[in-house]
């Protein structure tokens, strides 16, 4: 029997960006239901492995961090491309997230005083950690920063953090309905009331009505098939419900990020830390192919450079015979037994469980594979979504937009609990002044328009290909034509064969007609939001006629701020024939743009650019009596800078100034 219930907040999503944001709901008194489609605990999140960053200055190499570097570091790596007033949120506000973490459980590395061994760009390090930092959360190097910053539990940092909210969250009453799916959102007169629902259990639907929801449903990486390191949920879901309304944008399709070391040939993610604690890039003459490109950082450049790196090395003909295709190779083998077995320790368990290999004995066969949706649903600084009150998005699932073109390693797990916290404050605040004012007949509307989907798809009949086919056909022509490297031409041919696949769903046809119990089917449901998804990823990074960050066009290589430091965004309705694309300014730029501090001259360009950042914040702390006149230039960005009252008071003041 179908039925409509309702809630005060509605999360879809189980994963730490969802969880977070139900448990601020569930804390401030609220009823809070969460929509998954696995047990929480099964979410994506699970699967980081290498760290969190926050700016917490513990160990030696993270002396002078603060959340002004962290900040610097995210615009730098973005390309220019990220809100910075959302970036300058997130960086002051994940130092808290961290130490939440730690009250909530996490086993966190701690700082072990006294000499410990490093592996620093090549070199075999000691390092003696001060005996006053003992106890303390350690960090490790992670790509595109200029301290070591990444808070991490050896390497299942997620799988520590998604256990412990996962606790809270049981521990706050929230109602968590597992193997359910949302297939599309209840909305009336500009305002979101819920959404419609089915059970994978038994194929029953119904209507959740909200007075908030919240879509938390992670990145859309399998519109690229088998080529992700992204779980098989992990299919854009969130952001098909939101472009279907023809009311809410998404920003930034174009923006997706590949990951250098997915284990090859099955793309499982080979984490980030691995090369923080010293690990190599090598090609098929054993060569460090990354000291003589990026000098400055090596092996820790931003994620986009050394992506593209590796695959001109392939492209060169310097990568290593495969049957699935030519690959390079991850050397770890210098670290040991007792640290890829304690610090790496999930890291040896795929590559003992997936290829049957010791790491400290033999190298991993890696290469770039897609990672990160940097695009997603476009929200305001306070999570809520453009153009329907009611709705809000934390997490990958949205377009926050602190990561612009390229996210920083270790950016994305932070983000989760920092935007959750904040966003959740958010819904909970809007929440309570909202009242539930929606008459049964519309949620009726939505419910019998699903139903009528559903119908659709079991009824039809014909010489359709399957649904599996076209999924297999869009990935190969994103991983070929909307990859790491791009051409007009070949995002051109794109456009025009994901638009025919895309009106081949309609004529696809099932194998198992089953109302109940049918991945098959629920797949179906989700498969035109895919093909939709890769439609507008592909025309929106054909339009965009510049390379910035993880957009790399062969055809315009240079970033072009005089025409394209702006937002793309994207509308498509349901019933609409063609998406509507828009642009919008990237907002407040309190850091320019300039060299990003990658390149054989980076290290100088990097340090210059560093400096007058420096300078800059100098002034603006002894303007708003942060500083005293008299104190030397070399202490502006330590640790301490932010944290007593009077200077975050200053701090304030200076952000109320720029805001928009």
């Known amino acids: 029997m179908e039925r409509i219930e309702s809630t005060d907040v509605l999360v879809i999503g189980g994963g730490l960006a969802g969880e977070r944001c139900a448990m601020e709901a569930a804390a401030a008194g609220l009823r809070v239901s969460i929509l998954s489609l696995v047990p929480p605990r099964r979410s994506h999140s699970c699967a980081a492995q290498g760290g969190m960053q926050a700016a917490l200055a513990n160990c030696f190499m993270a002396d002078g961090d603060s959340p002004d570097l962290h900040f610097l570091d995210t615009v730098r790596g973005s390309d220019w491309g990220a809100d910075q007033e959302v970036a300058r949120i997130f960086a002051d506000n994940a130092p808290i997230a961290v130490r939440e973490l730690a009250h909530f459980g996490v086993p966190w590395t701690r700082v ?109 990486g399998r519109i690229y098939g088998k080529y992700t390191t992204h779980a098989t949920i992990n299919e854009g879901t969130g952001a098909s419900l939101a472009m279907d309304t023809g009311l809410v944008p998404l920003g930034n399709m174009e923006a997706v990020q590949f990951h250098p070391t997915g284990l090859w040939p099955s793309g499982i993610l080979v984490t980030e830390g691995c090369r923080g604690d010293g690990g190599y890039l090598l090609n098929r003459d ?239 449901l989700r498969l035109k939001g895919m093909a939709r998804l890769a439609l507008v990823a592909a025309k929106g990074a054909l339009a965009r006629t510049e390379s910035r960050g993880a957009h790399c066009r062969v055809d315009f290589p240079d970033r072009d701020d005089s025409n394209w430091l702006n937002r793309t965004l994207v509308r498509w309705g349901r019933d609409d024939a063609d998406p509507a694309f828009e642009y919008e300014p990237v907002g407040l730029l309190d850091l320019p743009p300039g060299h990003r501090g990658y390149g054989k001259a980076s290290h100088v360009e990097m340090t210059e650019s560093l400096d007058a950042y420096n300078e800059a914040v100098i002034d603006q702390q002894r303007r708003h009596g942060m500083r005293d006149p008299g104190e030397p230039v070399g202490s502006a960005l330590k640790p301490g800078a932010w944290r007593d009252a009077e200077a975050r008071a200053g701090l304030k003041a200076i952000e109320a100034g720029q805001s928009r």
């Open 286 to 524: 054993m060569e460090r192919f990354m000291v003589e490109l990026e000098p400055a950082k090596q092996e820790l450049a931003s994620r986009d450079v050394v992506s593209r790196h590796m695959m001109q090395q392939i492209i060169d003909g310097k990568g290593v015979n495969h049957p699935a295709g030519p690959h390079l190779w991850l050397d770890l083998r210098h670290l040991g037994v007792d640290h890829l077995t304690t610090k790496l320790r999930e890291v040896y368990e795929i590559c003992r469980d997936f290829l049957g290999i010791k790491p400290w004995e033999e190298l991993i066969p890696v290469r770039p594979t897609q990672h990160y949706s940097m695009g997603g649903i476009r929200v305001n600084k306070d999570g809520e979504a453009y153009s329907l009150a009611g709705l809000y998005a934390a997490g990958e699932a949205a377009c926050w937009d602190m990561h612009g073109f390229n996210r920083l390693g270790g950016n994305s797990l932070a983000e989760t609990l920092v935007a959750g916290r904040i966003v959740g404050q958010k819904v909970a605040e809007s929440t309570r002044r909202t009242r539930l004012e929606i008459d049964t007949s519309v949620a009726n509307e939505f419910l019998d328009r699903e139903h009528a989907r559903v119908q659709s798809w079991l009824n039809r009949s014909g010489a359709g290909q399957s649904v599996y086919a076209i999924r297999d056909a869009i990935g190969e022509i994103m991983i070929n034509k909307v990859g790491i490297f791009r051409t007009g031409s070949d995002l051109a041919e794109a456009v025009e064969e994901l638009r025919v696949l895309h009106d081949e769903v309609d004529r696809a046809v099932l194998g198992c007609r089953d109302p109940g119990v049918n991945p098959e089917l629920s797949f179906a």
């Open 112 to 220: 072990r005083s006294g000499p410990n061994q490093y592996h620093i760009k090549g070199e075999k390090v000691v390092i003696d950690e001060p005996a006053e930092k003992a106890g303390l959360i350690m960090h490790r190097d992670f790509g595109g920063t200029a301290k070591w910053r990444a808070c991490y539990a050896a390497a299942g940092t997620g799988h520590a953090a998604l256990y412990a909210v996962d606790g809270e969250v049981v521990r706050l009453g929230v109602n968590v309905r597992d193997r359910a799916e949302a297939l599309s959102l209840v909305h009336d007169g500009g305002r979101c009331w819920g959404a419609v629902t089915r059970c994978l259990r038994t194929g029953r639907p119904g209507v959740t009505l909200a007075r908030s929801t919240v879509i938390a449903t992670g990145g859309y």
